[in-house]
């Protein structure tokens, strides 16, 4: 990742801060992606350790997971906010600083070689498909993605958390797991989705894993 000096002005919400980067072993069979650090990532450096962090590693430990065997990483490499008094309050990121840390996110795939792609959430599932797709009408579905290897659709934790409903939260929870567990099987090699394109996303759900 480039010094912050590099950024465009378009990224000046980047400067003068370090990017949180990905963390896991090289040739780690299962990569996840989120959308961008937080504030907690941001303070301490890495990757998913907030409140959704959390609930991932809730989930990633039901699911059968060991974290520390995979990749986890963002699309977007710093944090964007506003500040508003003391907190600083999270910003999605928009198409351009999507389009500007893609290169970074191509690179640690590239370099990583996992066999299974996560994207957790809409970010990062643009930001490995080249293009912005439906999240919720694809969850759960399998892509050809980056050098042809498989990516899972699903949502970002953050997504649980928000949820008002007690019920449908252990719903979408248990959901989750169940993703996430298959992730894990289609790694280690248990099963073989087959990857539609994302220019088969509107038709026939061909690469869908049995969830």
């Known amino acids: 990742m480039p ?11 980047a400067t003068d801060r370090p990017a949180i980067l990905g963390e896991g072993p090289p040739g780690a069979p299962l990569m996840f992606v989120g959308e961008q650090p937080g504030d907690e990532e941001d303070r301490q450096g890495r990757p998913f350790v907030g409140p959704a ?18 990749y986890v990483t963002n699309a977007v490499k710093h944090f964007k906010y506003v500040q508003r008094g003391p ?17 970074f996110l191509m690179a640690e795939v590239e370099s990583v070689a996992p066999r299974f792609l996560v994207a957790l959430g809409a970010t990062a599932t643009q930001a490995l498909m080249g293009q912005k797709l439906p999240l919720l009408k ?62 088969q996303a509107d038709g026939p759900p061909q690469g869908s894993l049995p969830l």
């Open 3 to 13: 010094q912050s000096q590099t950024l465009p002005p378009s990224a000046s919400w």
């Open 53 to 70: 962090g959390k609930l991932f590693d809730r989930a990633l430990e039901a699911a059968g997971i060991d974290r520390a065997a995979s």
């Open 138 to 199: 694809l969850r759960g579905q399998v892509f050809e993605g980056p050098e042809g290897r498989p990516v899972l659709i699903t949502v970002h934790p953050s997504y649980l958390l928000r949820l008002p409903d007690a019920a449908l939260r252990k719903q979408e929870f248990e959901r989750f797991v169940a993703e996430l567990g298959l992730a894990g099987q289609a790694a280690r090699g248990e099963i073989r989705p087959t990857g539609q394109t994302a220019a």
């Open 87 to 103: 907190r600083r309050l999270h910003q999605s990121p928009d198409a351009g600083d999507i389009k500007l840390y893609r290169p």
